[in-house]
């Protein structure tokens, strides 16, 4: 990472904490979807309507930041490629994680 300009690390990690919101409001929306009656001390007194108009703003923005992300021709296609790379990754070390983990036991 020492090797990779500021800004690229930077577009990069605005794109992967965007991946996660967008997980976020999802399980947000499922959770709601799944258990509408669920009580909570951080419960959104909405319906499921109310939960997804009140998460596709924030995805919106999301949006736009990601495809104003994509028009940047310097910086912005190789933190996307980085930061798909990131993301593709992790699930497969989480995986080889798991296999070590089974086999010490």
Same mark, same amino acid.
Request: hydrophobic share 55%; glycine share 10%; with cysteine.
């Given at each position: $990472?020492?090797? @990779?300009? $500021?800004?690229? !690390? /930077?577009? *990069?990690?605005?794109? !992967?904490?965007?991946? %996660? =919101? $967008?997980?976020?409001?999802? *399980?947000?929306?499922? +959770?709601?979807?799944?258990?509408?009656? +669920?009580?909570?001390?951080?419960?959104?007194?909405?319906?499921?309507?109310?939960?997804?108009?009140? %998460?596709?703003?924030? =995805?919106?923005? =999301?949006? /736009? /930041?990601? #495809?104003?992300? $994509?028009?940047?021709?310097?910086?912005?296609?190789? #933190?996307?490629?980085? #930061? *798909? %790379? %990131? /993301?593709?990754?992790?699930? @497969?070390?989480?995986?080889?994680? &798991?296999?070590?983990?089974?086999?010490? &036991?």
């Amino acid at each position: $990472f020492v090797l @990779v300009p $500021f800004g690229k !690390l /930077v577009i *990069a990690d605005v794109l !992967l904490y965007s991946l %996660a =919101l $967008f997980l976020e409001f999802g *399980a947000l929306i499922h +959770l709601r979807k799944r258990e509408p009656s +669920l009580r909570g001390c951080f419960r959104i007194p909405l319906g499921r309507g109310g939960v997804i108009i009140l %998460a596709a703003f924030p =995805l919106l923005i =999301l949006i /736009v /930041v990601i #495809a104003i992300s $994509f028009r940047d021709g310097e910086y912005g296609i190789p #933190a996307v490629i980085g #930061a *798909a %790379a %990131a /993301v593709a990754l992790g699930p @497969v070390i989480y995986h080889m994680a &798991q296999c070590v983990r089974t086999n010490r &036991q």
